[in-house]
């Protein structure tokens, strides 16, 4: 991989720019505008026709496939919104749904003819020269570009994605229609969404112009793959920056099988429920760990490897999260697990679903009405429509509204959510997803965790031994998890300064409180107790000390008697 990073110039999404480039020409967006209505009034008048005959059952998937031919007839712009409502169970009934899956990846092509000046024009150079192969037609068609299969001189097997013709002109005039529709729309429309629906449609372009500057794909590629460096279970493609441009993107080229494509993942020896926790793991290390999330994670954009091993691919439509966000996705997680509705409510108000000054008790009891039943059904019984229809509902009820960013989570993780079922409609991803969480918080990499582990097992200043027990015997269940480690890391924490809080709280409960004696101590006792035989709590003991110098321990040492 080549370490020089071609940079682009500045190409982002300016929605006054737009409007001023249009405003002078307006004769192109009344043509375009006359266009998208023509479109949609005939699509629209069959609807009520057949609803006035009463022929809706027996034409819906015939409605349903003229809605995705009408949308891939008015191009890129709206091919996008599809593919977005595809991943809305909420807002589109599942006949269109099904549909407007398609558009991930059926979509026509554009001649190769073209493409390969493209690629000439962009990488400077005649296509025999860069290329010793390159497929005559592209392998595979989406909504921004289409990949060609080819080979280096150098002999590295590549993948060649080119940009559609055109593009940014397309986009520009569809975002700036879009947006006046929006912001005429806006006060007619019943909807809460704590903003109007503008900032939605500038939201949606700042990411449609982020995804078509594959320059700006390329970096995000190679950040991903550092952030997965040393997992042995994700694959990222190669980048190779010779030959990449703002239109044009080479990369390694994956050899594998979609992960819906279950036959040839079962054919080639792999275990697709396998495959499930690599994408729902991997999903979680993305929002949790490095903030950094792959926010369109579809069927066309994974692939199970014959090694194992899941490949990501197309990395143009990311996005980043805060550490207070992170911090408070766990929390918001622990509190749902453990059924904690009026703490969860705080974590709405911290991640911006709802606002400071709104008062959060009446909302607990609604939130248990909607997540009550949520943690022991499987995917198949209980998924993200039923979330979000109940949703819906208490949007109206109480004003719940959906930061941007977290758009693309949900959307993200309805996707991961429908591929999971594709694969096995048993399949249940809070046996995956919490004892990832329970992992994370017991051996507790960095201070912050600690410090959620702390507020996990300590209520109202008690030390809550069901809840440490709950975390170990869930945290178990991923064949990774060992509570040695996890106990010479609390070992060592003890001793630290920063465990002062902990080791006052410990010697009350080991002093004052009588629930020491009761059956939830005995029962967290024989859970670990295998575990933490004579000779291994010794190996802990004298890890946990090694870590400290003789000094370092003779300061600690007053500190723990000072403090208790």
Sequence with gaps: MNSQVPTSKNRNYDSQAIAR??????WQAWVRAITVIWFFSGFIINLKLDEWRGLSEQNKFKRASELRQLLTRLGPTFIKVGQALSTRPDLIRQDFLNELV????????FDSELAYKIISS?????????FSELSPQPVAAASLGQVYRGRLHSGEEVAVKVQRPN?????SLDLYLMRWAAGWLTPWLPLNLGHDLTMIVDEFGTKLFEEIDYLN?????????????????????AIYWRYTSYRVLTLEWINGFKLT?????????LDPEEIIKIGVTSGLQQLLEHGFFHADPHPGNLFAMPDGRMAYIDFGMMDQLEESNKESLVDAIVHLVNKEYDELAEDYVKLGFLTPDIDIRPIAPALERVWGNAIGKNVGDFNFKTITDEYSKLMYEFPFRVPAKFALIIRSLITQEGIALSLNREFKIIEIAYPYIAKRLLTGESPELRRRLLNVLFKDGRFQWQRLENLIEIARTDSSFDVLPTAQLGLQFLLSDEGKFLRRQLLIALTEDDRLHTAEVESLWNLIKEDLKPARLLDVAFGALADFSREGFAAVLPSFTANN
């Design 21 to 26: 480039h249009y405003r002078y020409r307006p």
């Design 102 to 109: 398609k558009l991930q990846d059926q979509l026509p092509a």
């Design 122 to 130: 962009e990488l400077g150079s005649p296509i025999s020269e860069i």
């Design 167 to 171: 593009l940014r002109p397309v986009l």
């Design 217 to 237: 794909e390329a970096s995000n590629a190679e950040k991903f793959a550092e952030n997965f460096r040393n997992s042995s279970q994700v694959k990222v493609p």
């Design 261 to 269: 494509d279950t036959a040839s993942i079962r054919a080639s020896g």
